[in-house]
């Protein structure tokens, strides 16, 4: 339930679909032209929350694990040098979180996280210039160590897809890891904070199994992942989008959408639905750029780490390549799904779309009839890396989960 709130009002309510919006939006309003470099500010964040944390640890088992973590970060930060500087208009002064101290995230009525990001606005990030990408971090690391994994898998696809800043997603490891590690801090602080106090050693157990929760949280963040690519294939109407959506929360993908790409291209919103696009975004040059825009995307996605969906029509044999690509030459997997059903049912799925669009269905199955003209045939090597799912099928998700996860060994 969202829930709207004057202004003043001590809380602002917010349903996780809402608050990516308005993060996004915020991120994208508040870039700043302050001289701190990016890759600077986040180094002296990695020294002040080790120093802090080191300080709070007793058990050796657990400092050990800080330390490798500490070694991660400072190597990591280094090869993402380059990253960072190409990110430096993208610079924000301070956190999301600084302006919306009262949010709070609901899911179905019941309140997740307070504040909606789950950012520390007393310890030694939030106030600091810093990347979008740790405002980000902050939301996923406090969902996921909540176990709400399903949230976190929607929150990272719908920034991402509304943000276009799918480079970001090559800074995640980073600021997630040095989230986990500012959790913990948190969770060690409650601890002295409560000295003398009688309930003191039922306390400790409490704060200091939240705080290993934060760092084998950190260290599965920082182990190195061989994520797959899967290209969706199919027509309009041949349900690539219901049940590549349907990745995102089932296996973690994150989706790259040719249709929110393409408007974004052209300065629209990536949200809009495809009917309402102008007819003029849909010209040769600017199919060959969104195409060309989506294995940019995807190639930011693998190399983070991230498992990496296409939702497109992928018509031709140089589109599928060009996509086809950013796998390969990573030495990663990729699977193409083609998407697929007969005559009858997807002329009865465009004539459904088409009034909810608000246009004809003529024109809708126009739109199909030439995209099944231009699809190319599958060749040789493209058939190496082939499934086909019948989309008309009972347990059609069901299927596809199984078909990645028996090709790809994904799950």
């Not at 500087?85 to 002064?93: F, N, V």
Request: glycine share 6%.
């Amino acid at each position: 339930m969202n829930q709207r709130h004057a202004p003043g009002s001590p809380t602002r309510d917010v349903t996780l679909e809402t608050l990516v919006e308005r993060l996004s939006a915020w991120h994208a309003d508040h870039a700043t032209d302050e001289a701190t470099p990016l890759h600077e500010a986040v180094q002296r964040r990695v020294a002040a929350e080790t120093q802090a944390l080191t300080a709070l640890i007793v058990a050796d088992e657990d400092r050990q694990r800080l330390q490798a973590l500490s070694r991660w970060l400072e190597e990591n930060l280094s090869r993402l040098a380059p990253v960072f500087k190409t990110r430096e208009a993208r610079r924000l002064p301070r956190s999301w979180a600084c302006e919306h101290p009262d949010s709070r995230l609901l899911d179905e009525g019941r309140v997740v996280m307070v504040n909606a990001i789950d950012r520390d606005l007393q310890g030694h990030g939030a106030e600091v210039v810093q990347d979008p990408a740790a405002d980000l971090a902050s939301l996923l690391v406090g969902l996921e160590v909540r176990d709400e994994s399903r949230l976190a898998r929607l929150a990272l696809d719908g920034y991402l897809r509304l943000s276009g800043d799918y480079q970001a997603a090559r800074l995640l490891s980073v600021f997630r890891v040095l989230e986990c590690l500012a959790g913990a801090r948190r969770a060690l602080r409650r601890l002295e904070a409560a000295e003398g106090d009688d309930e003191r050693p039922a306390l400790r157990a409490e704060t200091m199994g939240a705080c290993r929760r934060y760092l084998e949280l950190a260290e599965r963040h920082a182990e190195f992942r061989f994520p797959p690519l899967v290209i969706g294939v199919g027509v309009s109407g041949s349900g690539k989008s219901r049940f590549t959506r349907n990745l995102v929360t089932r296996l973690g993908a994150v989706r790259v959408a040719s249709h929110a790409e393409r408007r974004r291209l052209h300065g629209l919103s990536p949200q809009a639905v495809e009917g309402e696009a102008p007819v003029g975004i849909f010209d040769a040059s600017t199919t060959e750029r969104t195409y060309q825009r989506l294995a940019q995307c995807a190639g930011h996605l693998l190399d983070a780490g991230l498992p990496a969906c296409i939702d497109a029509t992928c018509l031709t044999q140089a589109q599928r390549d060009w996509l086809r690509h950013q796998a390969e030459s990573r030495g990663l997997p990729v699977l193409l799904v083609s998407f697929e059903a007969d005559q009858a049912t997807l002329t009865r799925r465009i004539t459904k779309r088409a009034g909810r669009h608000g246009v004809t269905a003529e024109e809708g199955l126009a739109v199909l009839s030439h995209q099944q003209a231009a699809f190319e045939p599958f060749s040789d090597e493209e058939r190496f890396h082939l499934v086909r799912l019948d989309t008309t099928a009972d347990n059609a998700g069901e299927t596809l989960a199984g078909l990645i996860q028996e090709h790809m060994h994904w799950s």
